[in-house]
């Protein structure tokens, strides 16, 4: 029922959910009566900001395990490797390939990491 209210069946009250526009006269009506509420920043799944926590946690402890040039490409990846929902989903998948790749690399020292990082891919819905 939006931008129309009914009459109610007590003294003619009446109710309007969603916008309301009332016009006086034919000229220098301007404006609507907004009656929205601003949604809140989205909250992140618990199970996806869990996962991406814990792969925080293991992408520090691989990185010191990888030669240089693995670390600094981990430590560019580490800003988008968040659930802020200001981070462009295809900046996070890159980060999460790259890091998958070198995890990849290094064998059984690496496989948490990129167990991890496929969680993280499923809760996002594989992008």
């Known amino acids: ?11 003619g009250s ?26 809140g920043p989205p909250s992140a799944d618990p199970a996806l900001q869990a996962a991406v926590e814990e792969l925080r946690q293991l992408v520090a402890a691989l990185r010191e395990q990888v030669p240089t ?33 070198i995890a990849a690399t290094v064998g059984a020292v690496g496989q948490p990491a990129l167990e991890a990082v496929n969680r993280i891919l499923g809760l996002l819905g594989g992008q």
């Open 69 to 101: 040039a693995s670390a600094q490409a981990i430590d560019d990846s580490l800003p988008a490797l968040t659930t802020d929902p200001g981070t462009a989903p295809q900046e996070r998948h890159r980060a999460l390939m790259a890091v998958a790749g």
């Open 14 to 39: 009446n109710f309007y959910f969603g916008d309301n526009v009332t016009m006086h006269g034919g000229t220098g009506n301007t404006g609507i009566a907004k009656h929205q509420t601003p949604a």
């Open 1 to 11: 029922m939006s931008g129309t209210g009914g009459t109610g069946g007590t003294g």
